[in-house]
């Protein structure tokens, strides 16, 4: 093993030491890939730097990241969410079950709608759990519903992390975007299965709301709520995704109909304000900075690993990993879910994604699959504890006799029912290979 390569484990190790001591990402990334790629190949590195940090900045693709970010942040602030889970609550409301089926519905569509995981986990997390324990919900199935039903915004589309693995995998967000619609509507499809079992093994833990409550609005005056409250920001998000998918508007393009198609919804309901535009405007500089700030950095740890002979030494440790490319697979798939663990998606997306991909690129792999499939798996670190973050985002907002005990009992049931599902993906890559394919991607 020669001294750079020596010296690009030492990067890596490193960037993970001042991950667990606490350093933020960006600067961890940075310090770690400025320090062992100056003492790998001295200044030069510094005079590479410049033209890769150009290339982040002026990317069209990644402007679309701020203007799905003010798309989002617009919806969750204005509280549409509330009138929406009321409506579609008291649609289900006389299932068993059925306040945790709308609660998974409403994650989808606050999933396609905002993208943003704590955001939706606390908007569903203060609006919903009070009221489903009331209703006589398990603490756990409770917690485990908003969990997971918040963190479908990492896989159904206009997702932050789909914009950026298309970058890192060189396929476009269209492809990206359709790949991923049918593998996270699935999902959500194992997810409304389960409850509705739970519903019929278990009513007692998943009680129907009280009739007295389901009679408080008529059907006349529901079907007017679904109209006026559920088809805006589902129409917005069909035609976002649907401009995008269908090779009408580019990503950046739809992003644009979609920041300020969400602006005239807030103001078509009478809930538009100067200080709200300010809080979102805010919120969207902060959310966007964060990323792109992470970006940046990623460029000088990437550089200075492919620089060291980083990749070099993937490609000989995949050589170990028994099974060849579907073992290749299967290690990729088990080393990201034991990372989600400790790290957050797009640490693992922008550093430890990127390591791995020349060995599948050599390989002839479909890197639309793969994506998709490493999209699934980083869903996951959200809820894997100790450092799931959704776990945290509910504790947060959660009623004084809700126990972290509680929220991890609930969210176990569906970390595996996610898994199930990146196994379905994987034995049939139709499921993410079929849309794009017939679309003409």
């Known amino acids: ?196 079992a739970v519903g019929l093994l278990r009513p007692d833990l998943v009680p129907p709301i009280d009739a007295g409550e389901r009679a408080a609005m008529s059907s006349r005056e529901l079907a007017k709520k679904v109209v006026i409250v559920v088809l805006p920001p589902l129409g917005l998000v069909i035609a976002v995704l649907g401009s995008i998918i269908g090779g009408v508007a580019a990503p950046t393009e739809a992003a644009s109909m979609g920041a300020i198609g969400s602006l005239l919804i807030v103001i078509l309901a009478g809930k538009f304000s100067f200080r709200l535009l300010d809080e979102v405007a805010r919120a969207t500089l902060l959310i966007s900075a964060m990323v792109f700030f992470i970006l940046i950095c990623a460029q000088a740890f990437g550089l200075a690993f492919r620089g060291l002979g980083g990749e070099q030494l993937v490609v000989r440790m995949f050589e170990w990993v028994p099974g060849g490319v579907t073992g290749g697979i299967v290690f990729l798939m088990a080393l990201l879910f034991v990372l989600g663990f400790f790290l957050e998606w797009i640490e693992i997306t922008y550093v430890a994604v990127p390591l791995f991909l020349p060995f599948f690129i050599q390989n002839n792999v479909d890197l639309v699959w793969l994506g998709t499939m490493i999209c699934l798996n980083l869903q996951t670190s959200f809820l894997t504890p100790p450092f799931g973050w959704a776990l945290f985002f509910l504790k947060g907002v959660a009623p004084k006799g809700v126990t972290t005990l509680d929220i991890y009992r609930g969210v176990v049931p569906f970390i595996g029912l996610q898994v199930l599902a990146l196994v379905l993906l994987f034995f049939v890559p139709d499921l993410a290979t079929w849309l794009p394919r017939a679309i003409g991607w």
């Not at 306040?99 to 919903?128: D, F, W, Y």
């Open 1 to 196: 093993m020669s001294p750079n390569e020596l010296l690009a484990i030492g990067m890596v190790a490193t960037f993970f030491g001042l991950l667990i001591i606490g350093i933020p990402v960006g600067m961890a990334i940075a310090s770690s890939a400025l320090i062992f790629g100056y003492l790998g190949f001295g200044p030069l590195l510094f005079n590479l730097l410049p033209s890769r940090i150009y290339g982040v900045v002026t990317n069209y693709t990644l402007m679309a990241i701020p203007l799905f970010v003010f798309m989002g942040v617009m919806l969750e602030k204005s509280r549409l969410a509330e009138e929406l889970l009321d409506v579609i609550g008291h649609l289900y409301g006389r299932m068993a079950g059925g306040m945790a089926i709308a609660i998974v519905l409403v994650g989808v569509l606050l999933g396609a709608a905002t993208g943003i995981v704590g955001a939706t986990i606390v908007t569903l997390g203060l609006l919903t759990l009070p009221t489903l324990l009331r209703r006589g919900y398990s603490k756990a199935i409770a917690c485990g519903t908003i969990c997971a039903s918040g963190t479908l915004g990492q896989i159904i589309p206009p997702s932050l992390v789909l914009i950026l693995l298309a970058d890192i995998l060189g396929e476009s967000v269209g492809t990206m975007f359709a790949a991923a619609m049918i593998p996270g509507l699935v999902l959500a499809g194992i997810y409304v299965v389960t409850l509705i």
